[in-house]
């Protein structure tokens, strides 16, 4: 019953930001380019609407334009307008997790049961207590908040985005392959989707490919990206040829590493000079 209340809330929500939490004055907000002024127009329209969930959703944007122009003091005052105890919870993450304040956000958060969160805010905010706990050098609680994250999304589009971002968290300072392949091998499969920007593809399939080398299965790893079909952005294809150049260097076939890194160079010329360590090794 209780699961069956939260889609009703989602799906409503979602009718509520389609039909009157977003007027168009919000929208016109969104597009100013000088975070100090939108956080103080979305403050004053925050006093104008009538609905609590306007009210909540304004004095979020401003909270967020607040911490963008480092008015962090201001944000703590939006934030605290919020009558949303979710949202609220959340924005305050925001800010700690914008100001790099993440023994602060895992303190403040550690009892927040995020699995029974509005829908819309789990992913986030177990992705931020994830990435605090992992730089606190808490594994288990960062794991565990990775799997939220990672389960609590289901189309291919947004899993796609959070699998690349849990998959730094492991990158950066986790270190286990194992760990990581198995997190990006679910969605492999979904790189066939066309709603999944290229750029996303492009690094996940990339990371993936390397790490099975690392582990030991540098051809499986070749094979992946001589079949992937990118699109024709030059510093991606860059990107490609670059790992196999790596993945055939792992192998100890120093001719064709070569062969790969110099094609990298002349596809992408402003990235050139990158591969050059690369290439020395090589010698």
């Known amino acids: 019953m209780k699961k069956f209340s939260v889609a009703i809330a989602a799906v409503c929500s979602l009718f509520l930001t389609a039909a ?6 919000f929208q016109r907000i969104g597009r100013m380019k000088n975070p100090a002024e939108a956080e103080k127009a979305y403050a004053e329209l925050a006093k104008t609407v009538k609905k609590a969930v306007q009210k ?28 949303d105890t979710d949202l609220r919870a959340f924005a305050a993450m925001e800010m700690r997790f914008a100001r790099r304040q993440f023994k602060q956000l895992t303190i403040e958060s550690k009892d927040f049961q995020l699995e029974q969160w509005r829908e819309d805010l789990i992913p986030e905010a177990a992705y931020m207590r994830a990435y605090s706990y992992a730089f606190m050098k808490n594994r288990t609680a960062a794991e565990k ?5 990672f ?23 986790i270190h286990d392959d194992a760990a990581e392949i198995a997190l990006l091998q679910v969605v492999m499969p ?3 989707y066309s709603t999944v920007e290229h750029f996303y593809r492009q690094r996940i399939v990339c990371r993936y490919a390397y790490l099975l080398g690392k582990t030991g299965k540098v051809d499986e790893g070749i094979k992946i990206l001589t ?6 952005a030059t ?13 055939y260097a792992m192998k100890g ?31």
């Open 20 to 25: 009157e939490l977003f007027p168009e004055a």
């Open 56 to 83: 909540d959703a304004a004095f979020h944007a401003a909270a967020q334009k607040a911490v963008k122009a480092k008015n962090f003091e201001n944000a703590e005052t939006y934030i605290a307008f919020i009558t």
């Open 145 to 149: 908040d990775i799997n939220t994250a």
């Open 151 to 173: 389960n609590s999304m289901i189309a291919p589009a947004p899993k796609y985005r959070m699998a690349h971002k849990l998959s730094n968290i492991y990158s950066e300072f």
């Open 190 to 192: 979904y790189t066939q």
């Open 227 to 232: 079949e992937y079909k990118g699109d024709k």
């Open 235 to 247: 510093s991606r294809i860059f990107r490609i040829k670059q790992t196999i150049g790596d993945l």
């Open 253 to 283: 076939d120093k001719a064709s590493a070569l062969k790969f890194y110099q094609e990298a160079q002349k596809i992408y010329p402003p990235w050139a000079k990158s591969l050059e360590r690369s290439i020395k090794a090589l010698q």
